[in-house]
């Protein structure tokens, strides 16, 4: 089962850079509710494909959600065929079929004052927090945005205009690979040092975030205080309804089982009897007490028709993510959390199975 999927119109593809362009969506009036996002939320699209019939891709929404907007942006990956795609061939007046918005890489608090750390196509989600922070928040915001070269900076423009607007609360600090080589942990940790009280977001290139958080966790940030996002491409297909998609799915599906067991939490022994669950999700409690374990916790959610979240099915991303208050589950494959996530309770309810006779959970963080 896959949740529904809207064909939306793109109204503008603009270039951004060289490689890089924003798709602005045609959200409807009767669809404004569905598709209302938090900052650092993501969009999975269903780009066409010859050889699958789509390939299912998440951007983040590089708009603020109070603007009305609902625009993601895309850079170029060497050898990506949904990155290259739309920036080929989108184009304003074609269609592409979109799940709602979805994704944990969120603040609580836009009155907070944020540190943010952008790499590279990295600056999408960290533009929507920096904008929704400036224009509806009352805190300071400092970024630090690392790219190759100046050539490939997106939003430069508009991170001027609002370093102008907002000169008293908006900082930004640029970083060339070209010139200053790549930023060290060490330099990291200085710059960072000075902004121990904020609360930091850090999305880009994996090696880029790895120092980033490691400079943060040296520092002392607490993990409430400290948030990383992660691009994975989706090797599932969250729309359901393409059957070569299916078909190929299940051919790999044998040979992924071995590689898929690096993935997953120590093996634990799932829970043979059945299992109490009680979920909050939405202000809204729901308790069941005949979880067995022969489907995943989101199977059964939907079975009892809670209009639990997700995205990919897959363990690749984490709109399916909850905070465990009681009781525990196994992962059978995970993709997306860290060590540090782990350790704060948090799951993929998509890849859960149990392993004790009460769980209760939240996704109300």
């Known amino acids: 089962m896959a949740t529904e999927s809207f064909v939306l119109n793109v109204a503008e593809v603009i270039e951004e850079t060289a490689d890089a362009r924003s798709v602005v969506f045609e959200v409807p009036s009767e669809l404004q509710q569905t598709f209302a996002y938090t900052p650092g939320q993501f969009l999975t699209v269903a780009v066409p494909s010859e050889q699958t019939g789509l390939a299912a891709r998440c951007y983040s929404l590089s708009s603020a959600p109070h603007s009305g907007r609902h625009q993601i942006t895309v850079k170029r990956t060497v050898d990506g065929y949904a990155s290259n795609w739309i920036c080929d061939n989108l184009k304003a007046g074609d269609t592409l079929r979109v799940l709602p918005p979805s ?118 940030f607490p993990r409430e205080r400290r948030h990383q996002e992660k691009f994975v491409s989706l090797g599932g297909n969250p729309f359901g309804d393409v059957e070569e998609v299916l078909a190929a799915q299940k051919e790999l599906a044998d040979a992924d089982d071995a590689d898929d067991e690096q993935d997953t939490q120590p093996a634990e022994p799932a829970f043979a009897g059945p299992v109490a669950v009680e979920v909050e999700l939405d202000g809204q409690q729901y ?46 494959h995970n993709e997306v959390l860290d060590e540090d996530d782990l350790g704060e309770g948090i799951r993929l309810v998509c890849q859960a199975k149990p392993v004790s006779e009460k769980l209760r959970i939240s996704y109300n963080g």
């Open 103 to 220: 994704g944990i890489f969120t603040p609580k608090d836009v009155d907070a004052d944020f540190l943010l750390f952008a790499g590279g196509s990295g600056i999408t989600p960290v533009m929507s927090i920096a904008r929704t922070a400036l224009e509806k928040g009352t805190g300071k915001v400092v970024l630090f945005y690392a790219n190759e070269h100046e050539s490939a900076v997106i939003f430069g423009r508009q991170l001027a205009e609002l370093v102008e607007e907002y000169a008293d609360r908006f900082t930004v600090v640029h970083w060339l690979v070209s010139l200053q080589g790549l930023p060290s942990e060490k330099q990291l940790g200085l710059f960072a040092s000075y902004f121990t009280s904020y609360t930091a977001f850090v999305c880009g290139p994996a090696p880029y975030m790895k120092a980033v958080t490691n400079a943060l966790k040296e520092l002392g």
């Open 287 to 332: 308790s069941f007490d005949d979880w067995r374990g022969e489907e995943v916790l989101l199977e059964f959610l939907e079975s009892k028709g809670v209009d639990a979240p997700f995205s990919c099915r897959e363990g690749q991303c984490s709109a399916c993510a909850c905070l465990v208050l009681e009781g525990e589950v196994r992962l059978l």
